[in-house]
């Protein structure tokens, strides 16, 4: 019995998407729920699995082809009641000429594009991935091997050496590779690219004394961890309820703007930026007001676990009134970062730098962070996004105000 493997539904902001990884080949057993195929989106890579065991017959849409939402991608060969793992059934014509054409199905994109580059036949090269399937490692170490092979071949006879005016400068090796750009990395680039043509954005700095919020950190961390099952007392919980609360007393940083309309948000759905490996990704904490510090830690942890993984949703990045952003894990001492639309403000923190401060008349070193406000000028006025900042440097420099709403 045959069934159709079909691309999921994609949400309403997502058009189409990119088959990026077969993770099983045309005739290979699969088992119920096994992960088959992924499909990049503009957003999140999408996880297909097989809807019951059997043999994947027929690859429909290779990889890097354009997919449609709920297009047919696959067909999938369903094992009969007497045999759980059937017979592999014989790929087809076309999934063989992709096998032997440089091992098409057998190769991941990038090295598909190394050993095009290099003029390599895929067929000759091991593979020590899942299923067989070549990597981007094993391309290189098949360059690696042929090039030793080449040096230990024997050395043509020694010929009587040029003129030194006939003889040439050695060139350094000039090294290029052209890669397209992924689907992830493209949407963000016309998404930054917008902000700049569609947005008054201007940033606004301020610095804040953290030691306050390090000594609250050292004092309560170990006793934090215990009671709330592991999860660890750091600085976002704080940054995030110090936002919440600035947000409610200046409203129109929480607000965005729809067409000629000005929508102003009674809730505080906080976006966080989280990197990965295919560019940044920004999941939403939902009520993020109502959220203890603990839920916050938990869930931002969490958050940045399944992103590097590829398993966030597309729900999970939708909405938010407003968005954090911590540069300062990669060392960052200042920056300016950029709206994400159709947000308002987005608060940039920082790398923790000890500076010489002057406090009460005389020099003491300080642990102090750099913030940055970048908001947009067609709706927060300069004075609203000075005393939002200010009031979130105030808030963190004395955070019992955060739990007495001060």
């Known amino acids: 019995m045959s069934i159709e493997i079909k691309a999921p539904t994609f949400p309403e902001s997502v058009t189409d998407g990119t088959i990026a990884t077969w993770h099983k080949l045309a005739g290979e057993t699969v088992g119920r729920d096994e992960l088959i195929v992924d499909i990049e989106t503009d957003k999140v890579v999408l996880e297909v699995v097989a809807p019951e065991a059997g043999v994947l017959a027929e690859i429909v849409k290779a990889e890097g082809e354009i997919v449609l939402s709920g297009e047919l991608i696959g067909r999938l060969e369903k094992a009969t009641v007497e045999s759980e793992a059937p017979a592999i059934a014989p790929p087809v014509e076309e999934d063989v000429a992709k096998v032997k054409a440089g ?229 960052s001492l200042m920056s300016t970062p950029i709206l994400n639309p159709p947000q308002a403000g987005i608060l940039g923190m920082h790398k923790i730098q000890e500076r010489p401060m002057a406090v009460d008349g005389e020099v003491v070193i300080l642990p102090m962070m750099y913030l940055a406000l970048s908001y947009d000028h067609r709706l927060v006025d300069g004075k609203d996004a000075v005393q939002f900042l200010v009031a979130i440097k105030e808030l963190l420099e004395d955070p019992a105000r955060i739990l007495l709403q001060l």
């Open 103 to 331: 091992s098409e199905s057998m190769m991941g994109p990038a090295a598909r594009q190394l050993a095009q580059e290099h003029n390599l036949d895929g067929s000759a090269i091991a593979g020590t991935g899942k299923g067989g399937r070549v990597t981007k490692e094993d391309v290189m170490n098949h360059i690696k091997t042929a090039s030793k092979a080449q040096d230990s071949a024997p050395a043509p006879a020694v010929v009587a050496p040029k003129a030194s005016s006939d003889i040439e400068a050695p060139s350094g090796e000039r090294v290029e590779k052209r890669v397209p750009m992924t689907r992830m990395r493209a949407r963000i680039a016309e998404r930054l690219l917008g902000v700049s043509r569609e947005t008054a954005m201007l940033t606004t700095f301020n610095e804040v004394n953290m030691k306050p919020v390090m000594d609250l950190r050292a004092k309560y961390k170990d006793k934090f961890e215990k009671t709330h099952n592991g999860t660890r007392l750091g600085f976002m919980g704080l940054f995030v309820k110090a936002a919440c609360e600035a947000l409610k007393r200046y409203t129109v940083v929480n607000a965005s703007i729809d067409g000629d309309d000005v929508v102003y948000h009674g809730y505080q759905d906080v976006g966080v930026a989280v990197s990965t490996d295919k560019g940044l990704v920004v999941p939403v904490l939902r009520d993020a007001d109502f959220m203890s510090i603990a839920d916050i830690e938990a869930k931002i942890r969490d958050f940045g676990i399944r992103a590097k993984e590829g398993k966030l949703g597309i729900e999970e990045m939708q909405g938010g009134t407003f968005t954090i952003t911590n540069g300062g894990v990669f060392g």
